[in-house]
């Protein structure tokens, strides 16, 4: 094909450069992409929805009839019935910016054949694709995790399951699903797929369950106890992946509640459990885990802290893309704001949530009780993008469903602070940590904070090469690790209520 | 300013001692303890209620609030007996359902209720149909609210409407329902007689099903 017949996509807020032949449905690239076509590419929902930045694309019947005349003149299209006639610069919906896909390096025991590891969150999937003989990453693709259409988070998705055929149809979602990653990585490693020996996977307990076809409706009540908790292993020929049929799939064993073998691997990647100091990891997600152990015991806990930290049910909350206001700081008494991709601000994402509250504070125009010291319902940041009080109030619900989780595991420890914590995920990653703890969110000096990135994911992959060994069902681990049920103790509530304000000053130390 | 007026900022402002001495204060005065619900605690939690649906006050502010009045009315209510002018408004057995451990808003919504001159029962959390029934039947209730927190648990609100008419009475009580996922339809569809969206409103409708 000739060179000037291509076309050039640019993803943003990413910026990633994809090329394509001319009369290339748009679909195609994007898919590879891990952009998801819920409805299947029939133009009969919105799930794909691109806006057009730069360049033409042609609007067809379905798509008049999908989105409104205004949407249409602001350049968005359904993805699904476009085709690539001309250079285009397109920003995703759905695409999520903040998607993190570890790079770190790791210590590995080499052995031939390829590996597989996929964290399978509640909102976002990163598999990668691992050369198990030198430990090179060949392959990542992320994705949203295709069951989010019944629900955001956990419990709504235990809700959906309960009711038939809600588990069989959210199993399937989430098995086509890993299976079509890993026929992802494999084309763009041009590896074999018979030469994957192994896949490890990571998630939840309600993931877990998800996957592995285990009944559900234990985790829809007090007191939240599953009792097939361990390893599960599975065949590619179960699955139905495009595998050799014995390939084993292992969905490695939850800790407890609802905390799972994401964190599991969070330890595996941290090595908490066989430190001498006392070291805690945090993830920060819509379902925030928490642990704080050393060699001697491991805690964890969960706590529902909401999506608040993605930006949801904030008035004018997004996620970290393009127009999100990501940053807030104060420069001799004046605001500064700090728009992703250069352009006008549109809403506002976690981490500038979490850094506006902090300089709102700083500046005593939030009072320690979370009211707007000047009686206004809202703060202007800049460009027209407004916080308002319920907006605090939605961070306080979620910083204090944290707080109180740590708090109480501190306790468990007869007070001891961790002498380091991890952040993981997303979030962790991008929050500023000095924000983070004048809101109380983390309430610890930033140099004792690291973020960790996405240990999940890490530990998945340093299960890879470390199964050999054992089966994955970390026995040892397992037994060093205890779950608090933090909901069932009877201080949960006044802690939480403590939590709920903020400290008075401007530098607290412990 | 009357002491009662000074009660009434008192529990506004969550100062418990001050509420305690206060009430302490106006009996010694000769006040009668009746006049201290009309005169300082209903106003007051109305007020904490209205400051409540503004987002002016939040949990901390409310639950201080409601701690000051029930400083108050542990005073208060000993001697209430036998006084005409202040039988209670009803008696209202209220918990969150079964499965759900959430305490928060039901706590809230007690305390104003009780505020507003109702005998509240509280069954607490993980309040199992059995429970509830039994102690409509014990308590001779005229109420029953509901509080759940989760999208899975609040499907037992539900049995415990079915629980109460199996047991024959359900003539007997006016079933109220709250919580986050709860909706007026939800209230609707499971034959609830009322839906609070916040706790001044569960107020509200206590109130008016009593009139």
Redesign the interface.
């Known amino acids: 094909m000739p060179g000037n017949s291509t076309h050039r996509i640019v993803l943003q807020p990413t910026g990633a450069e994809l090329r394509a032949p001319a009369g290339t449905p748009l679909r195609d690239p994007l898919f590879e992409q891990g952009v998801e076509f819920p409805c299947g590419g029939q133009g009969r929902c919105r799930g794909c929805r691109v806006q057009v930045l730069e360049g033409t694309a042609r609007v067809n019947a379905a798509q008049r009839e999908r989105l409104s005349a205004g949407e249409l003149a602001a350049g968005w299209r359904l993805a699904c019935q476009c085709v690539l006639e001309g250079d285009l610069v397109i920003e995703l919906r759905q695409w999520d910016a903040a998607i993190l896909a570890d790079e770190t390096l790791f210590a590995f025991k080499p052995r031939s054949g390829l590996g597989v590891a996929v964290d399978v969150g509640t909102t976002t999937i990163v598999a990668q694709l691992l050369d198990l003989e030198t430990g090179r990453v060949l392959a990542v693709r992320t994705a949203l995790n295709s069951q989010a259409r019944h629900g955001g988070d956990v419990m709504s998705r235990v809700e959906f399951a309960i009711s038939p055929p809600g588990q069989a149809e959210l199993e399937g979602l989430i098995r086509r699903q890993v299976g079509a990653l890993i026929a992802q990585l494999l084309f763009a490693a041009a590896a074999s797929p018979k030469d994957v020996c192994d896949v490890v996977l990571v998630g939840n307990t309600v993931m877990h369950h998800l996957f592995c076809g285990i009944d559900v409706e234990p985790l829809s009540h007090y007191p939240f106890v599953s009792s097939r908790n361990g390893l599960e292993t599975l065949s590619a020929g179960q699955l139905d992946w495009e595998l050799p049929s014995n390939t084993p799939a292992r969905f490695l064993p939850c800790l407890g509640g609802f905390v799972g073998s994401d964190i599991l691997a969070g330890l595996l990647a941290t090595r908490i459990g066989e430190s001498d100091d006392l070291v805690g990891l945090i993830d920060l997600g819509t379902n925030g885990e928490i642990v704080l152990g050393n060699r001697r015991r491991v805690l964890c806990a969960s706590t529902a802290a909401g999506p608040a930290f993605e930006g949801a049910r904030i008035s004018m909350g997004m996620r970290a893309s393009t127009g999100a206001i990501s940053q807030v700081t104060v420069e001799n008494g004046q605001l500064r704001c700090h728009v992703l991709g250069k352009t006008e601000p549109k809403g506002i994402c976690g981490s500038g949530l979490v850094d506006a509250v902090a300089a709102g504070l700083d500046l005593g125009l939030i009072s320690p009780s979370g009211r707007f010291a000047n009686g206004n319902s809202e703060w202007e940041l800049c460009g027209g993008v407004v916080l308002t009080q319920r907006d605090v109030r939605e961070l306080q619900l979620a910083k204090a469903a944290i707080a109180s989780g740590v708090s109480m595991l501190r306790e468990r420890w007869g007070g001891a602070d961790p002498a380091r914590l991890y952040l993981a995920g997303a979030f962790g990653n991008y929050v500023n940590r000095a924000s983070a703890q004048r809101i109380g969110l983390i309430d610890y000096p930033p140099d004792q904070v690291q973020p960790a990135g996405n240990t999940a994911l890490l530990g998945a992959k340093l299960a890879l090469f470390s199964l050999d060994g054992e089966d994955g069902a970390y026995a040892g681990l397992r037994k060093q690790v205890e779950h608090v049920s933090l909901s069932a103790d009877p201080h949960f509530q006044d802690i939480f209520v403590q939590q709920l304000t903020f400290s008075e000053n401007a530098n607290v130390c412990h | 300013m009357t002491v009662l007026d000074e009660l009434k900022e008192a529990i506004i402002n969550g100062n418990a001692p001050a509420a305690k001495e206060l009430t302490q204060r106006g009996l010694s005065d000769g006040r009668r303890p009746g006049e201290f619900f009309p005169g300082a605690i209903i106003p007051a939690m109305d007020e904490v209620g209205r400051r409540m649906r ?3 006050f ?4 409310v ?1 201080i609030a409601a701690r000051a009045a029930r400083a108050s009315t542990e005073i208060l209510r000993p001697l209430l007996v036998g006084e005409e002018s202040v039988r209670p408004a009803g008696t209202i057995v209220c918990g969150t359902v ?7 808003g039901k ?1 809230i919504v007690a305390m104003m209720l009780e505020s507003a001159g109702f005998r509240i029962v509280d069954l607490g959390v ?1 309040a199992s149909p059995e429970k509830i029934v039994e102690a409509v039947r014990r308590e001779q209730a005229n109420f029953v609210a509901l509080s759940a927190l ?4 609040m499907v037992n609100m539900k049995a415990v409407i079915e629980a109460l008419t199996a047991a024959g009475l359900r003539d007997q009580v006016k079933v109220l329902v709250g919580g986050a996922p709860v909706t007026e339809a939800w209230a609707k569809s499971i034959g609830a007689d009322g839906y609070g969206k916040d706790a001044p409103a569960a107020v509200e409708l206590a109130r008016s099903l009593v009139a």
């Open positions: 503004e987002c002016e939040f949990i901390p502010e639950l079964k499965g759900d451990l959430h305490d928060i706590n993980d989760l999208t899975t648990t």
